[in-house]
């Protein structure tokens, strides 16, 4: 099979598309013919080495969302069989042709949607429900999001609403330009705000952040007093402790596989209310570009330009 490696960190030109065997799934897994695969900013980042944590052990594999057919399936799986259609979260090895998959983070792909269609929806779509379950108190508040034309962010801006936020703000980079202004509106954000603005407008009860680094202290400032920050990305950032606690602010982080393993009905009952969302068209995922498989520098390099609106997908 094909698969994507890096044997040094740098930017998307050390990523090598290689041929190496088939993975074996061991217990609880599925093996899984991928036809879909998420490029997500965490991916971009461990390839550079600054992720959290740093870049993963070279030579370096990366995660991520996949979407495809049941091909194998490891010891005690009952609830899968060969040639179910799936999409789900493994947080290693997903870009290549073959990927082991835990079937806790696995959910069936509905009759009549696309595997692009899966990869498009279910990872944002849980990283930004999960961000929201986690700051509670959204209906009736004003929220922002940050990184808000993204993967995840045009889901967050969209979920914000059908949460019963009265007041929807999209915070997104300088270069961003009208196109990502316009794209945001269309989507049926009140209001969109750039990074080097002086000023964020008025403060947001709930503000989700998915940049970091030296956005972070900037979406801390902009949440009202009283209000909550969660902090879902991996850039890392640092935010002054005075502001929490002059504003009676709360900042809290969230991961995926902390969140999916705490709380499995939770993250069982976002999966299908995606679909359903997305099904009645109140939920509409976005596909800015689509990239065979070898090609994954030029999907890289277009996350690295913050150029996107909405998902990049690799097609095996």
Not at 165 to 192: N, Y
């Amino acid at each position: 099979m094909r698969r994507i490696r890096f044997h040094e960190y740098g930017g998307p030109e050390v990523l090598r598309s290689e041929e190496a065997e088939a993975p074996e799934p061991g217990p609880g897994e599925l093996l899984v013919r991928t036809e879909a695969i998420g490029v997500t900013l965490p991916s971009v980042r461990a390839v550079r080495g600054d992720g959290n944590g740093g870049g993963p052990p070279l030579p370096g594999v990366l995660g991520g969302e996949v979407a495809g057919k049941v091909v194998g399936t490891g010891p005690g799986v009952t609830a899968y069989a060969a040639g179910d259609r799936v999409t789900g979260l493994p947080f290693t090895g997903s870009y290549a042709e073959l990927v082991t998959l835990p079937v806790a983070l696995t959910s069936r792909i509905p009759d009549g949607a696309s595997a692009v269609d899966a990869v498009a929806l279910v990872r944002g779509g849980h990283v930004a429900l999960a961000a929201l379950h986690t700051a509670r108190a959204v209906a009736g508040a004003s929220v922002l999001v940050t990184g808000a034309a993204s993967a995840t962010g045009h889901l967050a801006v969209q979920l914000a609403r059908v949460r019963g936020a009265r007041r929807v703000v999209a915070a997104v980079g300088p270069s961003a330009g009208p196109a990502k202004a316009e794209f945001l509106r269309g989507l049926g954000v009140d209001e969109v705000v750039s990074y080097e603005d002086a000023s964020w407008g008025e403060p947001a009860e709930v503000v989700l952040d998915g940049v970091g680094g030296e956005v972070l202290p900037r979406a801390l400032a902009a949440c009202a007093p009283g209000g909550q920050l969660v902090f879902f990305n991996s850039g890392g950032g640092t935010v002054p402790a005075y502001e929490l606690l002059a504003g009676a602010k709360t900042m809290t982080g969230m991961t995926m596989r902390h969140f999916a393993a705490r709380h499995p009905e939770v993250y069982a009952r976002h999966g299908e209310e995606l679909w359903e969302l997305a099904g009645s068209g109140r939920l509409r995922p976005a596909v800015h570009a689509r990239f065979p498989l070898a090609e994954a520098a030029r999907a890289h390099a277009v996350i690295e330009a913050r150029g996107n609106l909405g998902k990049v997908v690799l097609i095996p």
